[in-house]
């Protein structure tokens, strides 16, 4: 099957390192309007590249929009007509459905989905939606392609933007940030501060993760009462921690809503 990525920005990037260490059979081909960009991910990436934008639409079995969500509509006014079946998935956050279908018109059978630049290690997370008269062919197509690099998680296209906002890696690493500042501020070396706030943040969500105990019995678990822990995440709520969050989130939804109109 012939992917054709329009944009070679950073997630096409983690996809693409993601499926080849996934050893996929997928011939993937990107497309950008920035000659040096596909220069430097033929050379890193070894994919094949297609500067000309209505032949690389023209190779595509599935069709992957990969550009910044203020230049989807844009990118597909100048793709303009398809005169041929194609599947195609927008990765743009915040572009929903409708705008996508009306841009292209029928002979395009249209996806969203959302992948994790983590993906370019094999742990991404990706949801998709899918328009309700979506064949299941069709289907099993964008969700074996995205389960190539990690898992995924199909939810209605009301919640994608909830979903976007809550599960970006940019959470993990401005937590890291954050907390290792304050660690080296209290007297650690920057390399013991990163390696303690690390642990505290991964290695802690992987033993939920991959154990049987509720985020609850292990909150009790690592905060004893009165204990240093407890102590501490106490006063980051009393500072606005968990009110900080909902305010950071409620921006992302405001700013993927802007994308939609």
């Known amino acids: 099957m012939n992917v054709v990525f329009l944009g070679g920005g950073r997630i096409t990037s983690a996809m693409l390192?993601?499926?080849?260490?996934?050893?996929?059979?997928?011939?993937?081909?990107?497309h950008d309007c920035n000659p040096e960009k596909m220069r430097a991910l033929k050379k890193r990436r070894e994919i094949a590249v297609e500067p000309d934008l209505e032949r690389a639409v023209s190779k595509a079995d599935l069709l992957l929009i990969a550009v910044r969500p203020n230049s989807v509509v844009d990118l597909l006014r100048t793709i303009g007509k398809v005169n041929r079946p194609l599947l195609a998935v927008s990765v743009a956050a915040g572009v929903p459905l409708r705008i996508l279908t009306k841009a292209l018109g029928a002979p395009v059978?249209?996806?969203r989905a959302m992948p994790s630049p983590v993906c370019r290690n094999g742990r991404g997370l990706t949801a998709v939606t899918f328009p309700r008269k979506l064949r299941e062919k069709d289907r099993r197509c964008v969700r074996d392609f995205f389960a190539s690099c990690g898992s995924v998680v199909e939810i209605p296209e009301s919640k994608f933007d909830a979903f976007t906002v809550t599960y970006s890696c940019s959470h993990g690493y401005h937590a890291l940030a954050?907390?290792?500042q304050a660690?080296?501020?209290?007297?650690?070396?920057?390399?013991?501060?990163?390696?303690?706030s690390a642990h505290a943040l991964a290695d802690g969500i992987v033993a939920w993760?991959?154990?049987?105990?509720?985020?609850?019995?292990l909150l009790e678990e690592a905060a004893t009462p009165g204990g240093i822990a407890a102590t501490t995440a106490a006063a980051m709520d009393a500072a606005g921690y968990q009110r900080a969050v909902r305010k950071g989130v409620a921006?992302?939804?405001s700013k993927a809503s802007a994308n939609a109109r």
């Open 109 to 111: 059978r249209w996806a």
């Open 17 to 30: 390192a993601g499926l080849r260490l996934a050893k996929t059979k997928y011939h993937l081909v990107v």
């Open 178 to 180: 954050a907390l290792a």
């Open 183 to 196: 660690a080296q501020k209290a007297g650690l070396d920057r390399k013991t501060a990163l390696l303690a």
């Open 209 to 217: 993760r991959e154990g049987k105990d509720s985020l609850e019995a």
């Open 251 to 253: 921006a992302g939804l």
